[in-house]
């Protein structure tokens, strides 16, 4: 296995697609990376409105200026995003957010804020190409105002937040912040020392183009689900689900599922006002809750229905929800679960047909690069092409379009693929493990979870 991956890697280094969507270090997992297509190979897209060459690897400057991308990020933040690569400015909009505007309250977050600031390629030599660096954006620190107080983005220009724009899509990494509970003085009394946590960035996917249509949702469904919890010392847990949907939104668990109720929302999914996707008032936990007292879930779901590729493809936000004494009840609320779901159709997957190289962020505060062929399957760092693990694949389907894995030391896991996208869940340390520089290092290694764009077909 580890000569095909050497064969391969080294046909790879010749692509000028796979380190375009490398380099950096995340905060949560969450898609972070664009599938690569051009002009009208870009199905339910079609090609963009101005002139392109079929080799460019982003659309031009105006086309990418013309559009507002909406996605989720791992942090549990419905996003809107908006680059003038002609101005070099960006503009972004928080609609849904568990991120505290300040240490000093863990309640008030940066939902509904506006910031805005300026973008710049990244320099000269930090990716193999000329083309690549003009398809990537690095966030310069951000400004805007919230119910009267200003807020600036943190800004490390060793790991700056990046966005790397692809036909249909933007993803990579947005403002992160600190996340500090025992700043704020009731939190503190109810979850005392708790670790604070900076995160550079948080990672990112949006889309061009979504869908408003609850029917386009109207199917089955395998759910692979990844949260994390700030008030347990940021414990995180992944999950596995089988879910199915009727065009009104109503989530049903079909028979032989592995879970015995709906793990992404339990309520009907409703046009949420702030924007083009949906929201549940009732979000279920899949992590035991760090206080027994408020354990009864209070966060929302958020659902985008991006559309790439001729698929839809269901991105689900989970938005933790924390309440404090004197803000409407003498009894606080507090569910901070937040994290990230990909779903993709239970639809038999056969071997081969979603060969090809990925890249993507993970659990390790990572971006990651993937190769997969047939029954096997790894893990290489996008900068040095090295194999960190590998895997193995399982077709057998007992669950239609949900792939069994198994990595070299015999964890277990699954796959799941829809749209050029890919997520994973194994049960084991993988890829290295937690990035030794990262702020985060002291976060527990397992489980695995990633999701990964297709850059290139096998």
Request: include cysteine; charge should be negative; charged fraction near 10%.
């Amino acid at each position: 296995m580890l000569d095909l991956f050497r064969g391969v890697a080294l046909a790879m280094v010749a692509s000028p697609l796979l380190i375009a969507c490398g380099g950096g270090n995340a905060s949560d997992p969450g898609p972070i990376s664009p599938a690569q297509c051009s002009g009208s190979t870009c199905t339910n897209q079609g090609a963009p409105s101005s002139a392109t060459p079929a080799t460019a690897l982003c659309p031009s400057d105006s086309d990418i200026a013309a559009n507002t991308y909406l996605g989720g990020a791992g942090s549990g933040e419905v996003v809107s995003l908006n680059i003038n690569p002609t101005n070099m400015t960006y503009k972004l909009t928080w609609l849904a957010s568990p991120i505290p505007l300040q240490s000093s309250s863990v309640q008030n977050t940066r939902t509904g804020l506006t910031i805005t600031g300026t973008v710049q390629h990244p320099p000269s030599g930090s990716l193999p190409s000329a083309a690549q660096i003009a398809c990537a954006f690095q966030l310069q620190a951000g400004t805007g105002t919230l119910n009267g107080t200003t807020y600036t983005t943190a800004y490390n220009s060793q790991n700056p937040p990046t966005i790397y724009v692809g036909f249909g899509v933007a993803g990579g990494g947005i403002p992160g912040a600190t996340v500090d509970i025992d700043g704020d003085v009731q939190a503190n009394l109810l979850f005392p020392n708790q670790p604070a946590r900076t995160f550079d960035f948080y990672p990112f996917l949006a889309f061009s183009s979504v869908s408003t249509s609850l029917s386009d949702l109207k199917g089955s469904y395998n759910a692979l689900l990844y949260h994390i919890v700030p008030s347990s010392e940021f414990a995180a847990a992944a999950k596995v689900a089988q879910e199915s949907y009727d065009a009104n939104g109503n989530c049903s668990v079909p028979g032989g599922a592995t879970n015995t109720s709906c793990e992404t929302a339990s309520s009907t999914w409703t046009t949420d006002p702030n924007g083009s996707y949906f929201t549940s008032t009732d979000a279920p936990q899949i992590e035991p809750p760090s206080n027994s007292l408020f354990g009864s879930p209070t966060a929302s779901a958020h659902l985008i229905l991006g559309k790439l590729n001729g698929a839809i493809v269901p991105l689900v936000v989970r938005t933790g929800h924390v309440q404090e004494i004197g803000s409407g009840g003498l009894i606080p609320q507090i569910d901070d679960e937040s994290g990230i779901a990909l779903l993709a159709p239970a639809t038999s997957l056969t071997s081969g047909s979603f060969d090809g190289s990925y890249i993507g962020a993970d659990s390790n505060f990572a971006y990651t690069a993937a190769l997969i062929h047939g029954q096997q399957g790894g893990f290489l760092k996008p900068a040095t092409m090295t194999t960190e693990s590998t895997f193995v694949l399982d077709y057998t389907q007992t669950h239609p379009g949900l792939i069994g894995v198994t990595d070299g030391q015999g964890n277990a896991g699954n796959l799941i693929a829809v749209g050029g996208l890919y997520g994973i869940f194994i049960n084991g340390e993988e890829n290295g493990g937690v990035t030794a520089s990262s702020a985060n290092s002291t976060t527990q290694n397992t489980p695995y979870f990633g999701v990964g764009a297709l850059i290139q077909p096998q």
